[in-house]
């Protein structure tokens, strides 16, 4: 039971649930809202011209490939850093751009286009793809409330924002949004318990009010995350709570993404002040 002196409002309370429940509402999120969100603004990254092929870039989520108007090529081929063929593109006449959907779940590494000319080669180009993801900047709501979604909001005083880039040549998605170690409501077995939860995200999205499947991060750009079962909301018996002596010690935000199934993390010093209140310390957050 959620204490009666607790400052969480509705929209955390129905969040604060067990891993059962968390796998339950998954499925539910999953189903009714299973898209990435994306940003419109795609930063393209280009290779240098090979022969006719004048363009080959990663722009959003596609490989694009513009040949030059002469260029006596009917088809373009994508082969895969394992060899295998990724698909291939017929010219139409008059058309000079063909692309390939790689999405977010794509093999990394070098990519190669072949331009054919009925059977023949007419050209060979390169591209290396590789996401680069990095946390820049985490915060919570209560000490920032102007970096939130809704700065005027009680419902961002114990969520956390969390700022992606992407330095690399390719697109990733952020599939699970994690708090570890010295915080208030842990997303682990101290806490809200959906670190090992299948399609259990921990991202908000604002547009949804709800919580999403995935974030994508094109190359070249930087993505705001906010949490979405409240880290920083003190509950009695679970993770920290407030004591009348100052505490400090250690946070981890771990990010799992999709593009190899790998993890980043960055790790935060955290530190409570004194309160006679369970839930009413000032946090403050540095870097390690």
């Not at 419109?40 to 090979?50: F, G, H, K, L, N």
């Not at 809200?192 to 709800?210: E, F, H, K, M, Q």
């Not at 991060?217 to 100052?246: H, M, W």
């Amino acid at each position: 039971m959620i204490p009666t002196d607790s400052r969480i409002d509705r929209r955390t309370v129905l969040r604060t649930v067990g891993g059962a429940a968390l796998a339950s509402v998954a499925g539910c999120l999953d189903s009714s809202r299973n898209s990435d969100t994306t940003t419109p603004d795609q930063t393209s990254t280009t290779t240098e011209r090979a022969g006719p092929l004048s363009r080959i870039a990663v722009e959003g989520q596609a490989i694009v490939v513009e040949v030059d108007a002469d260029a006596p090529v009917e088809q373009v081929n994508l082969i895969q850093p394992n060899g295998e063929l990724f698909g291939k593109r017929g010219l139409a006449a008059g058309a000079r751009q063909v692309s390939f959907e790689i999405g977010t779940a794509y093999e990394p590494g070098g990519y190669r286009i072949v331009a054919l000319d009925g059977d023949e080669t007419v050209a060979e180009g390169s591209l290396s793809i590789q996401p680069d993801l990095s946390i820049v900047e985490m915060g919570i709501g209560r000490n920032q409330p102007e970096e939130m979604w809704n700065s005027s909001g009680d419902e961002v005083t114990d969520e956390a924002f969390v700022t992606v880039e992407n330095g690399g040549t390719g697109p990733n998605a952020v599939t699970k949004l994690l708090f570890l170690g010295d915080v208030p409501y842990p997303s682990d077995e101290e806490g809200t318990n959906y670190a090992d939860a299948d399609g259990v995200s921990g991202i908000y999205d604002p547009d949804a009010d709800a919580e999403t499947a995935a974030v994508t991060v094109p190359p070249g750009q930087k993505i705001t995350l906010y949490s979405y079962r409240s880290p920083f909301a003190f509950i009695r018996a679970e993770g920290v709570s407030c004591k009348d002596e100052p505490q400090s010690g250690e946070l981890d935000v771990v990010l799992e993404t999709r593009v190899d199934a790998k993890k980043v993390s960055e790790t935060y010093q955290v530190q409570y002040s004194a309160s006679d209140e369970f839930n009413n310390c000032e946090i403050t957050i540095s870097e390690v």
